[in-house]
């Protein structure tokens, strides 16, 4: 299996001297191509700072992180930028879709960025919605759906460029138990038909028991990686 | 072009989230450009109405006198009738209209009051078209031919005088000798001008009673000119002096803008003012710019943390945000630019100023403005709010490109 991303003692500290917080402490971790992450742990474990770390949305303290063999600690902010928009898709707790953009802008608007002309764009949009379900609701702003649809569109741009890897943090958390269940397996079933990499940060149990590879963290380090059958 | 395209269209879409602040925005630009070009426009109609009328009292857009006669306006100090060289000049196709005066202080007496003044000796023809007095005469008739007898008064002299049309008055002045010469002279018109100073201070009669009456046989006080096309006047005046040289003639010969400093003062000066005024109003509307722009951006933090999380670059960010502003000031300064022009054609065939017009003929301008649209200064205003607009937004889009995605993007909504 091919590495994805690979961290080397990695180590994220906020604060100086008495007052300084480990948010993650030297941590060594790699991800392999295909893995279908859970990253839980209590709050302030350094879930959420690992997988901004990951996507090069925070700088390390120390340590090395790479993701597609590319030192991601050793970009600047365009370098990062183009990354993040080439090789990372990000689903975040809040949906974050652009709010004065349909469901199609949404999800074009990576491709768009990635300078793919229209009449493509609007091809793979498609059949992205058809694979989230949400066929006929490409025209809908972020405001006309509900929380599962804003996040089934969110997962939606984060694949639709095929990134090496998606990075989803605390996914569900604003879902009601339904919505979380299907955007819990649409997630899945994107890792198996497309072999796309997943790596959620999550308290959510339903979640952790979702995944393959099932990470814990607690003070910054982890401990505990396991994967199941 | 695809980003571009992007950045245009989210541009646009984020000027009409908060419509109401980017209506009041549109409005405050548009008004500020409105009152830029419409007070523009009224200062250079005020300025060329002070030109005119300054050029059409008496001045003419050039003079020629005896050295000396500027300093001390005397009947000694007075030039013979143009020769033929010199009339041919002055009859070439460069000068519009010309004419000789005899112009001495004199004072007026009337039966029941005296006055002084400057009594101007005319040649009645030809003051058409160069001075205002065959054209301001109200009551009574103007002269007829270079020997016409009477007397023309200003309307306010002719009341302080307590006369009026047909009455006799006594004229006195000055004799090349030093003596006192006078003549009685019937009221033969009167007119009436804007400047009210210029009713106090000219009464006109006709060459020859003036000649006569001075005995200074055909000589004359002045010539005075008005060209066809300003621009010429340095070259025509060049040309007079290199025949007078020739001739050893010594004469004193002014342009109007030395024999009216004043008015060239204030023409320079509204140039200025209107450059000030400018710059004084894009600094108001640049507040409200600035303002506005930075609230957009502030309101958006986590929006634009989310933009650089998707793979946007911060200089997008920055070209989006300056996007925004060139929308936000374009359809300010154009609507601003339209209602302006539409103010000025809607007062082209004249502005009363009422009551404002005391202070306006002070120095000598008309009461009522004739302003013009000026393209070329109309331009320069619109596209130096716009541009200025556009510069003052980068610090508003510097600060949007310069947010963390990791500080913004899980803040809440």
């Known amino acids: 299996m091919s590495v994805i991303v690979s961290c080397e003692s990695l180590s994220k500290t906020y604060g100086a001297d008495e007052l300084q917080v480990h948010a993650v402490d030297a941590v060594n971790l790699q991800i392999n191509k295909g893995d279908f992450i859970s990253l839980s742990g209590p709050s302030g474990s350094g879930k959420t700072t690992l997988l901004n770390l990951i996507g090069g949305l925070d700088t390390a303290t120390s340590g090395k992180i790479t993701v597609d063999d590319k030192r991601v600690d050793k970009m600047n902010k365009s370098e990062l930028a183009d990354m993040r928009l080439n090789h990372i898709g990000f689903v975040f707790q809040a949906y974050n879709l652009i709010p004065v953009l349909s469901a199609y802008e949404n999800i074009e608007f990576i491709m768009q960025l990635q300078g793919i002309p229209a009449e493509n764009r609007r091809a793979k949009a498609d059949a992205i919605l058809e694979e989230v379900g949400l066929s006929g609701m490409g025209e809908r702003r972020p405001s006309q759906m509900s929380g599962g649809q804003q996040q089934r569109v969110a997962v939606a741009r984060a694949i639709v460029s095929r990134p090496s890897i998606v990075l989803a943090d605390e996914p569900t958390a604003n879902l009601d138990s339904h919505s979380s269940n299907d955007l819990l397996e649409l997630m899945k079933q994107l890792n198996k038909e497309h072999n796309t990499t997943f790596v959620i940060a999550t308290h959510d149990q339903q979640v952790i028991d979702f995944t393959q590879r099932r990470i814990h963290m607690l003070d910054g380090k982890i401990d505990m990686d396991e994967k199941t059958l | ?413």
């Open chain 2, 1 to 413: 072009m695809e980003k571009l395209k992007l950045f245009i269209s989210l541009s646009w879409r984020n000027l009409w989230r908060n419509y109401r602040r980017t209506l009041i925005t549109f409005s405050s630009i548009g008004v500020g450009v409105w009152a830029m070009i419409v007070l523009a426009s009224l200062m250079e109609a005020w300025a060329m109405s002070t030109f005119n009328a300054s050029i059409n009292t008496l001045t003419g857009h050039a003079q020629i006198h005896a050295e000396k006669y500027l300093q001390d306006p005397n009947i000694e100090y007075r030039i013979d009738m143009p020769d033929e060289r010199q009339t041919d000049l002055l009859n070439s196709d460069t000068i519009k209209a010309w004419s000789v005066r005899v112009r001495v202080p004199a004072i007026v007496q009337s039966e029941r009051d005296n006055a002084p003044l400057m009594l101007v000796g005319i040649n009645p023809q030809a003051e058409n078209n160069l001075s205002f007095i065959p054209n301001s005469i109200t009551k009574g008739a103007y002269f007829n031919d270079v020997k016409s007898p009477g007397i023309l008064l200003g309307k306010k002299l002719a009341k302080r005088l307590r006369t009026d049309l047909n009455k006799r008055v006594v004229i006195l002045s000055q004799g090349p000798n030093g003596d006192i010469k006078e003549r009685g002279f019937r009221v033969n018109g009167i007119y009436e001008v804007e400047q009210e100073d210029t009713e106090s201070l000219y009464a006109f009669i006709s060459i020859k009673n003036a000649q006569s009456m001075l005995k200074i046989d055909s000589d004359i006080s002045e010539i005075s000119f008005v060209l066809h096309d300003l621009n010429e006047l340095d070259n025509f005046l060049a040309r007079y002096k290199e025949l007078n040289k020739l001739k050893n003639i010594k004469q004193d010969i002014k342009s109007w803008a030395e024999l009216e400093p004043l008015t060239l003062a204030l023409l320079d000066m509204t140039s200025g003012t209107i450059a000030l005024l400018t710059v004084i109003m894009f600094i108001l509307i640049a507040f409200g710019l600035v303002n506005t722009l930075l609230m957009a951006v502030y309101e958006r933090t986590r929006e634009f943390g989310l933009l650089q999380a998707l793979g946007m670059k911060p200089t997008y960010i920055l070209y989006m945000i300056l996007i925004e502003s060139t929308f936000l000031m374009g359809i300010g300064v154009i609507v601003g630019t339209l209602l302006s022009l539409s103010t000025i054609v809607y007062f082209s065939n004249g502005l009363d100023l009422g009551a404002l017009a005391e202070g306006s003929t002070m120095f000598g301008a008309g009461r009522i403005m004739y302003p013009e649209i000026n393209w070329i200064q109309s331009s320069i205003i619109a596209i130096f709010v716009w541009v200025m607009g556009i510069i003052t937004s980068l610090y508003p889009a510097w600060r949007a490109s310069r947010e963390v995605p990791v500080e913004t993007i899980n803040k809440a909504y």
